[in-house]
Structure formats: C-alpha cells, structure tokens
C-alpha cells in the first residue's frame, strides 16, 4: 500500500485528539485533512478524494451518526468512528449505519493505526457493505435490520442478542472473512468468558435456525483456519 496516496479526514472536536491523531497520521505517510466540526466535515468530503474518514460522534452541531449516514449514501469510503460510546447497542448501531469499524475512546495510537491499516487494505478488495440498506433477502431468507426481524420462508426467527449481532455482522460484508476474536468484540464484549471457540456455539445455534442444512450451510459458512463469512449473495 502507497500510504502517501491516502488522504484521510479526520473528525473531532477534542483539540488534544485532533493535534495527536493528525501528528500519528502524517508520521506514516498519510495526507491528513481535520475539522472540529459535522457540517464542514461534509464540505471537506464533497470537495476532495479521501480514503478514509476517522468520525467522532459526538460533534457539536451536526452528529457523528448523521455524518455518517450522509457520507454513506453516496460513497462506500472506509470510516472508523471513534467513540466514547461503550454500550453494545450503541456500536452495533453505528455499524448498520454504514461504519466500517470503531474504537472506544480512550486509545492507543498503535491499535488505532493498526485498525486504519486493516480497514485500508479490506477497502482495496472493493468490499461493498450492505449496512445502508433497510433489508437483505435472498431465497427464503429475509432480514429486516430496522426491526431486527429475521424471517426465513416466511415464518419469524427468534435469534438471541448475541446471535443477532454476529448475523449481522456477517450480512453486512458478504464474502469478508470474520476471525472469531473479531466476533467476539462485536457480539459478546465485556460479557465474555471463556475461550474463541465460544463463538463455534454461537453460529452453531445460528445455521439450526436459518440453514436448511446446517451441516452444509450456505449462508453462515466456514473458512478453514480463518474464521467465518456471509456466503449470501
């Protein structure tokens, strides 16, 4: 990756956090635009070609979530949010509005460049999330992300949080390749106890109640020695 070809925005309204950010970026090779501000965070993007958006949420006029919301209607640029925001509900819901990945503020800088690194090179396989639709169907499987509804042919399944969490975030990139550690730090947090392979249950529960074959599944499929990928089209 040509880092000095990336121009990444960078959205916050903490002074100490734009000043740090900015210096960590421009000491890897990016080009880096910030603003304190949502409304002329949007005016940046019309105006110029970034590859990436790192997104606070709470601004001072114009919400992180509604940025992200109009970014996302017309183009698929990675975005990170960053976060005070620790609540599972809160995460997940920033996800279905189309973010690529987030990180809980306070962080450290070598897990935040870590992360833009890791949403840079998925975003150079040209991944297409689906988070900005209202609804995915394919077949005899529907999901409804608004109303966290799951119908498979045409009958409600009943999915638990955790369930729900990893289905979705399956749906939202088909053909990505999931590791369990990253299930587990979207679907289980702070509850978990244990070990990855708790994960194997979960989507185990998964294909009983969406799969026609749950030993050969076709939705929730897996991807030897890595992990797990929506196999939906």
């Not at 890897?28 to 949502?38: A, C, P, R, S, W």
């Not at 870590?114 to 150079?124: F, G, N, P, Q």
Request: proline letters at 4%; one cysteine or more.
């Amino acid at each position: 990756m040509n880092k000095t070809l990336k121009n990444i925005l960078v959205v916050d309204d903490e002074p100490m956090i734009l000043e740090v950010v900015c210096s960590l970026l421009e000491s890897k090779g990016y080009q880096v635009t910030f603003t304190e501000n949502g409304k002329q965070a949007l005016e940046l993007f019309d105006k110029n070609n970034f590859s990436l958006v790192l997104l606070d949420l709470m601004l001072p006029d114009i919400s992180g979530e509604e940025v992200c919301k109009t970014i996302r209607k017309k183009s698929r640029i990675p975005i990170i949010m960053l976060t005070a925001k620790v609540d599972e509900e809160d995460i997940v819901d920033g996800l279905f509005l189309g973010a690529d990945d987030y990180i809980t503020k306070p962080f450290g800088l070598k897990e935040l460049s870590a992360r833009i690194e890791a949403v840079l090179r998925r975003s150079e396989h040209d991944l297409i999330p689906l988070s900005a639709r209202n609804s995915w169907g394919h077949g005899d499987l529907m999901i409804d992300f608004n109303k966290n509804i799951v119908q498979k042919k045409g009958h409600q399944i009943t999915l638990t949080p955790r369930e729900w969490n990893i289905l979705s975030a399956l749906i939202k990139y088909p053909g990505k390749v999931f590791t369990r550690e990253e299930l587990i730090e979207l679907a289980l947090k702070n509850d978990f106890e244990g070990y990855d392979r708790a994960i194997d249950s979960h989507i185990k529960n998964i294909r009983q109640k969406i799969e026609d074959d749950p030993k050969n599944p076709i939705y929730v499929v897996t991807v030897h020695g890595l992990g797990y990928k929506f196999g939906g089209e």
